[in-house]
């Protein structure tokens, strides 16, 4: 089982899609936010779907309101990325 993680940032819909998209071999996707996250009617049913799927979100920017997530700081996240077999950025 192969580890991803999706660094969500300014292509927000596409980057939570491919999220959404990994998931279906059964392999590990963990999601980190660096920006606020914009919940527009692109981005909802990626949203709609992380939340089903129970997938672990990080995020750089406190208060984020629209999935259950993590507050890191930046050198959390350095040493998180460092442990999966693939890292993308959107």
Do not use: W
Not at 50 to 58: A, N
Request: charged share 25%.
């Amino acid at each position: 089982m192969a580890k991803f993680a999706v660094i969500v940032r300014d292509r927000q819909a596409e980057g939570l899609r491919m999220c959404v998209g990994l998931t279906v071999l059964n392999d590990t996707v963990e999601i980190f936010l660096a920006e606020p996250l914009k919940n527009t009617e692109d981005t909802a049913p990626h949203l709609d779907a992380i939340r089903d799927l129970k997938l672990k979100v990080y995020s750089l920017v406190p208060g984020i309101k629209a999935v259950v997530c993590e507050h890191i700081n930046i050198e959390t996240m350095a040493e998180k990325l460092l442990k999966y077999d693939t890292v993308l950025p959107y």
